[in-house]
């Protein structure tokens, strides 16, 4: 049953039971760098080697003592389009984070370059959960199952722990489950980007099989995605330190007395209403594959149904239009 006021905005008290009630990922991207540049990853085309920026601790103190202020108990991924182990700051954020929330699971996603025995301790040591290593190859080199390959055989190695491969498809997809139980989950996986990846917003125009976006999409209504520089993103193919998308983002932290008044405020409600039928998706969406919910024709029409009434309020009670919000067509 739709709870309507994901698609209205909502202050203080509301916002904070919605986002509680409905966020199940965070993701905080706590600096800028990655030392790769992956033709399937906007860094390709916009700038994360040169330069080293970090979160202020005046956001990530606003994050911690907000998500304390609600026990949350989801999922936060400390790391988005960064390398997170390159942060020499990563393990006392993982530690705060834990002390804050310690019901949740805290993620990292991570090329593995500066993964060795000492890091993956020390990490498990903070409070890590669940751990991906994405196994990446050189910068344009093709797929090439042996090398993949290889590449989890070394990582297995370096860090003495055994993994299982669990899905190959053959010049594709390469997936592997390193035993231990130290985290819950420590996979190391691979996919062929180059055929399967997704536009990334908009941004990444060369890969194939780009075409018009009609589906419902779940990002803005389960995840709160926030960049190093405090930017708040409707979901994580929208990158907040791109110049483009400056129309797009839900706001900064600065501009919110909390991050459940951002959850709550009309650029995201606005996000949610055009993101949530069946329809003609517009700007970033236009022709994304991430995110998408494949529903049944009578779930598709109840969601229409739920939105036109929604619009149909009296002037002074209807929510702003999508280009009222912000959003970019």
């Given at each position: 049953?739709?709870?309507?006021?994901?698609?209205?905005?909502?202050?203080?008290?509301?916002?904070?039971?919605?986002?509680?009630?409905?966020?199940?990922?965070?993701?905080?991207e706590?600096?800028?760098?990655?030392?790769?540049?992956?033709?399937?990853?906007?860094?390709?085309?916009h700038?994360?080697?040169?330069f080293?920026?970090?979160?202020?601790?005046?956001?990530?103190?606003?994050?911690?003592?907000?998500?304390?202020?609600?026990?949350?108990?989801?999922?936060?991924?400390?790391?988005?389009?960064?390398?997170?182990?390159?942060d020499?700051r990563?393990?006392?954020?993982?530690?705060?984070?834990?002390?804050?929330?310690?019901n949740?699971?805290?993620?990292?996603?991570?090329?593995?370059?500066?993964?060795?025995?000492?890091?993956?301790?020390?990490?498990?040591?903070?409070?890590?959960?669940?751990?991906?290593?994405?196994?990446?190859?050189?910068?344009?080199?093709?797929?090439?199952?042996?090398?993949?390959?290889?590449?989890?055989?070394?990582?297995?190695?370096?860090?003495?722990?055994?993994?299982?491969?669990?899905?190959?498809?053959?010049?594709?997809?390469?997936?592997?489950?390193?035993?231990?139980?130290?985290?819950?989950?420590?996979?190391?996986?691979?996919?062929?980007?180059?055929?399967?990846?997704?536009d990334?917003?908009?941004?990444?125009?060369?890969?194939?099989?780009?075409?018009?976006?009609?589906?419902p999409?779940?990002?803005?209504?389960?995840?709160f995605?926030?960049?190093?520089?405090?930017?708040?993103?409707?979901?994580?193919?929208?990158?907040?330190?791109?110049?483009?998308?400056?129309?797009?983002?839900?706001?900064?932290?600065?501009?919110?007395?909390?991050?459940?008044?951002?959850y709550?405020?009309?650029?995201?409600?606005?996000?949610?209403?055009?993101?949530?039928?069946?329809?003609?998706?517009?700007?970033?969406?236009?022709?994304?594959?991430?995110?998408?919910?494949?529903l049944?024709?009578?779930?598709?029409?109840?969601?229409?149904?739920d939105?036109?009434?929604?619009l149909?309020?009296?002037?002074?009670?209807?929510?702003p239009?999508?280009?009222?919000?912000?959003?970019?067509?």
């Open positions: 049953m739709l709870d309507k006021n994901l698609l209205t905005p909502v202050t203080g008290d509301d916002a904070k039971a919605l986002f509680k009630a409905h966020v199940s990922n965070v993701e905080i706590t600096f800028s760098y990655c030392n790769r540049v992956c033709s399937y990853c906007p860094n390709a085309v700038d994360r080697r040169s080293k920026s970090f979160m202020s601790d005046r956001h990530l103190d606003m994050l911690i003592r907000d998500l304390a202020a609600i026990d949350y108990r989801n999922q936060i991924v400390l790391s988005h389009y960064n390398e997170p182990m390159a020499v990563i393990i006392e954020h993982i530690a705060r984070f834990r002390r804050a929330a310690p949740a699971l805290i993620a990292l996603y991570s090329n593995g370059d500066f993964l060795d025995r000492d890091m993956f301790d020390a990490l498990v040591a903070a409070g890590l959960t669940h751990l991906t290593i994405s196994i990446h190859l050189a910068a344009n080199e093709p797929w090439d199952d042996r090398k993949v390959i290889n590449r989890l055989m070394e990582m297995s190695r370096k860090l003495n722990i055994p993994a299982d491969l669990y899905h190959f498809h053959p010049g594709q997809a390469v997936h592997a489950k390193f035993r231990t139980d130290a985290l819950k989950w420590f996979y190391m996986l691979e996919n062929d980007f180059s055929r399967v990846g997704v990334r917003g908009g941004i990444l125009t060369h890969l194939p099989n780009l075409r018009p976006r009609l589906t999409c779940f990002y803005p209504f389960n995840t995605n926030v960049s190093y520089g405090g930017n708040i993103s409707p979901c994580c193919q929208i990158r907040g330190d791109i110049p483009s998308f400056k129309n797009d983002i839900i706001g900064n932290l600065d501009g919110f007395e909390t991050i459940f008044d951002a709550g405020s009309d650029r995201a409600a606005g996000w949610r209403r055009h993101l949530y039928a069946n329809s003609k998706k517009e700007g970033p969406c236009a022709t994304c594959g991430a995110g998408t919910l494949d049944d024709d009578a779930t598709l029409a109840r969601r229409e149904q939105l036109a009434a929604l149909a309020l009296d002037p002074g009670d209807a929510p239009a999508m280009e009222d919000t912000g959003i970019s067509a």
